[in-house]
């Protein structure tokens, strides 16, 4: 009889706990809050913990990120219920090393069924999970290669005739939008629905010609606003001068929301870009053969465009010729610059009807218009008229790039232009005369989209006429100048030989009078000393100084004269208020016990050399204090006023005047009314008023009466316009 099988013993707690070490599973005990109690050895090195006291204590939630933390919680919550649930997550171990776990989240409960601890047991299956993401992986892959091929053979089919069409289609046609047009139906039908448009090249942008006929309207808005040259596939196409492809986040990001995978194929004339042909499709990536049917499509539309460019180029040229003979013929016999511009205007509302136009001249940093048409608003003509900033954008870049500019898509607000909202398109052109913008005409037309070729070359063709126009008026006036100058330094040299015929005169007179009192008074002042007469010597010696003084003060002011007529002239807009400011101040130095009134009646600039002026000023003013010191206050009042042609300034006193016979000569060298000992002086002051107002080719007078004060006026030309 066999005997009965002996029981196994009982496990202890030393032996449970060895098999929980053993385990590769990582087995924690945790607090009702979840704090991380005990780990066993073998889930610690699973964990890549080296050192338990580093996370024990912690929350257990906090080894968790993302969805994963929040199945933990809701795993929590269950074994605080008092219920086992299990799911699977990515956790990272203490090392940093990314893993997936399933886990298992129990309650451990006392002796009377309470819930007292939790045990959360986590399985690295890390293994599996990958095993099962490689195999989906392989699957979608073998899925999507099934559909390319299935699409393969019907998409080649579909490419070899829309090719066959497009090319029919634009052998015989020369316009720009049907050629487009029959490559974006090419394209959509070739390559599943692929979306697509035609741009042409306006500076740094390319505005929309046409779109394929499925092109979702939020694209065509999007693209209305035109594409940057810089954008990065329109970059690399330009650089190729061929088609260049992106997809996946690239074309997400330089798509406008639409396409995944993008297309731009550029074309140029010479080494000028001049069209690009973009296309599209949600799908993230073009196809091999797609990208061989839009290269194909591409390479014939260059063809077609090659074709349509020389005839188009042929059409340009007629029309300009047309539109350059009308306005020579309108402009040979003037040379006024807004009438020049106002033939300009009239050609081309004739020539294109539909259009509006200004001319404008810069005035500081605005554009203000000078010549308008008369079918622009009245609030238009004063946004207009008022000027319009130089960094405008399309106003810049024409100034900038010395060519025309044509702005397909005008939006006011953007261009800086107010008022001007109803307009669908915007034109301007630059006329420089040499390296400066003297003037700016622009374009406008209410109908929407780009100009036309014809429209674009005849107003290019009116912009160089009324440059050249320009440039022959500036020619004229240069010569006018220069004959105006050669008239002026005639009249220097008249001026000059009658002011050295005044100053032979004075040299025989007026110099040769201190010379005599020297002679005189030094033989008397010789016959003195030899009869040992101190005093005599003394006051004949008294009297020679007076005259060497005398004689000095006339050599300095013949050289004050002779430098006011060298001074070159550096004529500007001047401030007439800060010079008579100055010569205020300046005779109140000169006569510091003299009450100085001074009143500027008008304050104005006016045209001439500021530095010049001010001796003009300083002269007439000083010597109104000066003969007017035997008045309590010296009343001086400057007035000015203007006709057309000239200003006029007066400098009235209330001084001892002067005998009106013989104002004539008041303004000559060395000559006075009045002696020495009454008002010192030695008779330049006004000389050298009246060469500095000639030589601004003004003219000088003087009017008063003996003990009723004097003025003394000048007037100064205004500069041609």
């Known amino acids: 009889m066999t005997s009965p099988p002996t029981p196994d013993p009982s496990l202890d707690a030393v032996d449970l706990q060895a098999i929980i070490d053993s385990s590769a599973d990582c087995i924690k005990v945790l607090d009702l809050d979840a704090r991380v109690l005990s780990m066993n050895i073998g889930g610690r090195q699973t964990m890549e913990i080296t050192d338990f006291s580093v996370c024990q204590g912690l929350l257990w939630p906090t080894f968790w990120e993302g969805e994963a933390r929040a199945q933990v919680q809701q795993a929590l919550d269950a074994a605080r219920a008092g219920h086992t649930t299990t799911f699977e997550g990515p956790a990272r171990t203490f090392a940093g090393t990314p893993k997936w776990w399933e886990v298992r989240v129990s309650p451990l409960r006392a002796a009377d069924g309470t819930v007292t601890r939790l045990l959360a047991s986590s399985r690295d299956i890390t293994a599996r999970k990958q095993t099962e993401q490689q195999l989906e992986a392989a699957q979608h892959q073998l899925r999507n290669h099934a559909q390319v091929l299935e699409v393969r053979v019907e998409q080649r089919e579909r490419a070899l005739a829309a090719l066959v069409r497009f090319t029919t289609q634009v052998a015989s046609s020369t316009e720009l939008h049907d050629i487009a047009t029959a490559a974006s139906d090419t394209l959509r039908d070739a390559v599943g629905g692929a979306i697509s448009g035609f741009f042409l090249v306006k500076g740094k942008m390319a505005y929309p010609v046409m779109f394929s ?61 001049y069209a690009l042909f973009a296309a599209g499709t949600p799908r ?32 340009e040229r007629t029309a300009g010729l047309d539109a350059f003979v009308a306005f020579s013929e309108s402009s040979s016999a003037t040379t006024d610059i807004l009438a020049l511009a106002r033939q300009a205007v009239e050609v081309l509302e004739t ?13 500081g940093d605005l554009w203000k218009a000078r010549v308008w048409s008369e079918n622009l608003t009245p609030e238009v003509v004063a946004v207009l008229t008022a000027g319009i900033s130089v960094n405008a954008p399309s106003y810049a870049e024409a100034v900038q790039t010395r060519a025309s500019v044509f702005v397909p898509g005008w939006c006011a607000d953007s261009q800086g232009v107010a008022r001007t909202e109803a307009f669908g398109a915007g034109a301007f052109y630059p006329c420089f005369v040499g390296e400066s913008p003297h003037g700016l005409l622009s374009m406008g037309t209410p109908r929407a989209g780009d100009w036309t070729p014809r429209e674009e070359a005849v107003f290019s063709a009116v912009g160089r006429s009324l440059t050249l126009a320009l440039e022959r008026t500036a020619q004229t006036r240069e010569l006018t ?37 020297v002679m005189s008074f030094a033989g008397l002042a010789r016959t003195a000393l030899v009869n040992n007469q101190p005093d005599k010597v003394s006051r004949n010696l008294d009297i020679i100084q007076q005259g060497a003084t005398r004689m000095n003060g006339l050599i300095d002011g013949m050289l004050l004269l002779s430098r006011a007529g060298r001074h070159d002239l550096q004529a500007q807009m001047v401030s007439l208020e800060p010079l008579i400011l100055q010569a205020q101040h300046d005779a109140q130095l000169e006569f510091p016990e003299q009450v100085i009134d001074v009143k500027l009646r008008a304050a104005v600039s006016v045209w001439g050399d500021a530095r010049l002026l001010q001796q003009v000023l300083t002269n007439l003013i000083s010597n109104a204090v000066k003969y007017s010191t035997t008045r309590d206050v010296s009343d001086v009042v400057v007035q000015v006023s203007e006709t057309g042609t000239e200003w006029t300034i007066t400098v009235q006193d209330n001084g001892v005047g002067f005998d009106p016979r013989y104002g004539g000569k008041l303004f000559g060298i060395f000559q006075r009314l009045h002696t020495q000992d009454a008002f010192p002086g030695i008779g330049v002051g006004l000389a050298t008023v009246r060469r500095i107002v000639l030589k601004h080719g003004g003219r000088v007078f003087a009017e008063g009466s003996v003990g009723a004060g004097a003025t003394f006026g000048l007037t100064l030309p205004k500069p041609a316009a």
């Open 351 to 363: 020539t294109l009807r539909v259009v509006s136009v200004a001319y404008y001249e810069l005035d």
């Open 284 to 315: 993230p990536e073009w196809t091999a053969q797609e990208q061989e049917v839009i290269e194909s499509v591409g390479r014939g539309l260059g063809l077609a465009l090659d074709r349509e460019v020389q005839t188009q180029q042929l059409q």
């Open 481 to 517: 100048l220069q004959r105006d100058a050669l008239t002026a330094r005639t009249r220097e040299l008249l001026l000059a030989n009658e002011e050295l015929d005044a100053f032979t005169y004075s040299a025989s007179h007026d110099l040769r009078t201190p010379v005599r009192h």
């Open 213 to 273: 006929s499925n092109t979702p309207p939020e694209v065509m808005a999007a693209r209305r606003a035109g594409i940057a040259l810089s954008a990065p596939l329109v970059a690399s196409a330009l650089a190729r001068r061929g088609t260049s492809f992106v997809g996946s986040e690239d074309g997400r990001r330089q798509s406008v929301g639409y396409a995944s995978a993008l297309s731009v194929t550029a074309y140029h004339q010479g080494e000028q870009p």
